[in-house]
């Protein structure tokens, strides 16, 4: 959720710190959002990366116990231990936007994305001014192939914390999917100023600028984006 959602168009795997979610932990499959067994995603259009947008390196820790084990457990790849234990403190009423958020990246790990949606809501509903749990929700939508709520999550995320480059440039994803290109390149401008260090927003400056019909400067974003990637190209590309 530099593909598509980057999310609805796109593939690869983009993380944004918020200081507090859990990150796809090893094995969590980095599809332009995540893949769910039962929903398939919307197809990307060719030559899209997708981005996925998740909190930290390793499932944050809460302050409850039980909260605190299942985000261990998580972080070690035990995903049966680590949802027994998240159910246990949901059933007892330990919840906070904190275990949900770590609860729906582990959702999406295991490829439930309706129960990935589900979590990142419960989260919202405890805190509405959570950024990255708005960020994440758009890019299960746009793994949902979901693309109006996608934008709008993705757009609620941005007002909440607007300096953030990896939602922002979720959001241009979704504007190029549609064929809003102007404000697609907009938006990417931003995100090449701001964080010329993403090698996605050099990627998905070159796409829209290739859609615009400017090769030469497309090209020379390719070599950006190729160059700031070094050997750490995106996961997955069409």
Do not use: C
């Not at 598509?4 to 993380?15: F, H, K, L, M, N």
């Amino acid at each position: 959720a530099i593909p598509p959602a980057i999310p609805s168009p796109a593939v690869a795997a983009i993380t944004q710190s918020p200081g507090g979610t859990v990150a796809p932990a090893a094995g969590e499959p980095s599809a332009a959002v995540a893949t769910d067994s039962t929903p398939t995603p919307a197809p990307a259009r060719p030559g899209t990366l997708r981005i996925t947008v998740e909190g930290g390196a390793a499932p944050s820790r809460p302050t409850n116990t039980l909260a605190q084990q299942a985000a261990d457990a998580q972080r070690r790849g035990d995903f049966a231990h680590a949802r027994s234990l998240y159910e246990q403190a949901i059933a007892r009423g330990d919840v906070s936007a904190e275990l949900y958020n770590n609860y729906a990246s582990l959702q999406r790990a295991t490829g439930s994305l309706a129960g990935a949606v589900a979590a990142y809501r419960a989260a919202i509903a405890l805190d509405s001014h959570n950024a990255v749990a708005w960020s994440n929700l758009g890019v299960v939508f746009d793994g949902l192939g979901q693309r109006g709520d996608a934008t709008a999550s993705f757009q609620q995320a941005l007002r909440l914390d607007p300096l953030n480059a990896a939602t922002k440039l979720n959001l241009a994803l979704q504007f190029r999917a549609v064929g809003a290109l102007d404000e697609a390149r907009r938006m990417l401008d931003e995100v090449v100023l701001s964080a010329p260090q993403m090698a996605e927003g050099h990627y998905a400056r070159g796409q829209v600028l290739e859609d615009q019909g400017e090769r030469v400067a497309a090209l020379r974003e390719y070599a950006l984006f190729l160059r700031t990637a070094g050997s750490r190209l995106p996961a997955a590309s069409d």
